[in-house]
Nanobody
Framework: QVQLVESGGGLVQAGGSLRLSCAASGRTFSSYAMGWFRQAPGKEREFVAAISWNGVTTHYADSVKGRFTISRDDAKNTAYLQMNRLKPEDTAIYYC????????????????WGQGTQVTVSS
């Protein structure tokens, strides 16, 4: 069982930056791939980024490539999403997710989800 708690969301102006954190419970964090998804009002949940269990493989949605960076610190059982050059269309609730081993981009592949953190980007 893994419990995930996101933090770091908030209100930021376009062009600004935020760093989301995802603190995970459990002693097997290092065997889990970590992902970030987001959901805007009236839209489906969409993939943002993911990192494999060993940090070697990362995937990004085209819409965030070059602006967002996913990372992990296994010593702290924490995953991060550094978001730079934010745009109003990045406004959404951001969810942290976990699944064992390798990354995937479909929500149904992930076993554990956090409660979400709101990110609002003003123009």
């Amino acid at each position: 069982q893994v419990q995930l708690v996101e933090s770091g969301g908030g209100l930021v102006q376009a062009g600004g930056s935020l760093r989301l954190s995802c603190a995970a419970s459990g002693r097997t964090f290092s065997s889990y791939a970590m992902g970030w998804f987001r959901q805007a009002p009236g839209k489906e949940r969409e993939f943002v980024a993911a990192i494999s269990w060993n940090g070697v493989t990362t995937h990004y949605a085209d819409s965030v490539k070059g602006r967002f960076t996913i990372s992990r610190d296994d010593a702290k059982n924490t995953a991060y999403l550094q978001m730079n050059r934010l745009k109003p269309e990045d406004t959404a609730i951001y969810y942290c997710t976990a699944k064992q081993w390798m990354v995937q981009q479909t929500p149904s592949a992930y076993d554990y989800w956090g409660q979400g953190t709101q990110v609002t980007v003003s123009s």
